[in-house]
């Protein structure tokens, strides 16, 4: 036979990965074989009626046509599926020698702008004022002068600049750092706050029919990049917030959360320019060598799947 | 913990799986801890990288924005990952006891004309003229009287009417015709052609890039449908079709393949009214009883893939 053995039931994942054993680049038929293999698989398992069929049809349509210029839906399916994240963590093992990374999300829309150590980003005056300090060194603990620390937060009410587009001033909450010949960086901001992803969608639909909220728990989004070193995109989440434990994109790792404790201290509120009482939070982030090699996978999880608490 | 484990490369699909487990539908429930589970473990298998996960995204939204009113690309999407068909066997399982299903596919838009035995539905006269008889009968072999019997086929140009709005004679190919006493039908039409499905598309370009073609193998649709039986949607195959071991959207079963003989007899011509020599197939279609049960999923194959042929 020339072609594909005809399609059954049985063997329906055989046939059509078969179908896709012309393709020239190996690593194109390597992902399709591969997902070929575990969509038929999902099908099988969960017994897919026609209806359900067109309702997922029809779900993956109105995701694809909510996309435009400033809205990619399925990136936010992509998100909430824990996709992204599981994308993320493989592309950037750290072996636990290094900090780890986190999702970039859809608001690095624009440049930070390049400012002083110890300036203030939060331009509205809005929030609670807080100092955010931190060193960044090499994997033997060598301090890395000169590093950029790029730093992008949500305001008081949950809205980046971008989504906010007209209200002055503009670039508000986002700064371009560089580390001093220490390793250390310091600017003054504002506590973050949770704020829901975009639940007016296909996929705010979905997470109303399973139950799930659109929040995500309060952060300040670090980009680190230093000569001769991987750059890491990661948060710094603050400690105790109402969803640092159902983080809707699923972004928060044990690493990325920090206290965001009162300092009571007129001299050193003072001294930072900042109003008594303030908060702050320290973080500290360390990048591996550029020559060293990518990690390997972890072992795989396998069934059954964990009840929640089962791993606590 | 009061929400969900903390995400980790090792345990990513049971911490989203978990996030499912507050949804009110059980079967929802199933199905989205089912899909994390094979989404999750096929982004493992292939270690997908940041830029092809990128590339997905794009792929996915170009799909959605290329359906409309007259255009459904993620159900060419499903038909060419062998989804459809998987769906529709699943659903329609005969045990070998009945005429198997296939893909009803997008052409069946506008509802046949009534016609009686023996019309001829090609009504523009082009193209090579085929008589087509069959028998529909029950379980027990009971020819089923009064059943319909609703046709469709593309023309000499691979085309069905519908793709070309506008050229007349309209519903041309089309017709529904009621089996007589003895549960025979025969009509007279032309021999089906092979055709590409719309290639110009998302889907169209994975076809180009996997090496695989967008042709499917000629055919003619059936929906067969009695009082008190299942209905039957399927297709009978033209044997030795260059594309009857290749159809684009694995809707080829051995069950459904026949022979189009030429016969050249004019009195025999001259009775059926059609030009001498002509072409004919025989199709005869079994139903299931309504209140037998459905079957049970056939066991699934498992690795390895096999080699085109292996099978053979």
New interface residues.
Partial sequence: ?????????????????????????ER???????????????????????A??GKA?AF??????Q?DGVR?E??LL?DI???????????H?TGGTSTESTVLGPFHMVESPPRELGANIALDGKGAPCLITGQVSGPDGEPLAGAQVDVWQANEDGFYDVQQPGIQPERNLRGLFTTDAGGGFWFRSIVPRYYPIPADGPVGELLA????HPYRPAHVHFIVTAAGYRPVTTHVFVAGDP?????AV?????SLIREFPVVDAPARAAEVGLPNPFRTVHFDVTLLREEQAPLA?????VQP?????A??
């Fill in positions: 036979m020339n072609g594909q053995e005809l399609f059954s039931e049985e063997r329906s994942a055989a046939v059509v990965a078969a179908s896709f054993q012309g393709t020239r680049d194109l038929r390597q992902v399709m074989t591969s997902l070929v293999r575990h969509v038929h698989a999902f099908v099988k398992d969960v017994e897919l009626t026609e359900e069929w049809i993956l349509t109105a995701t694809g046509q996309c990619q399925f990136i992509s599926l824990g996709v992204s994240m599981l994308v993320e963590t493989m592309n093992r029919a399973t139950g799930r969803y640092i434990d159902s983080d699923f972004g928060v790792k044990d996978a972890q072992p795989a999880e799947i964990p009840v929640p608490g791993l606590a």
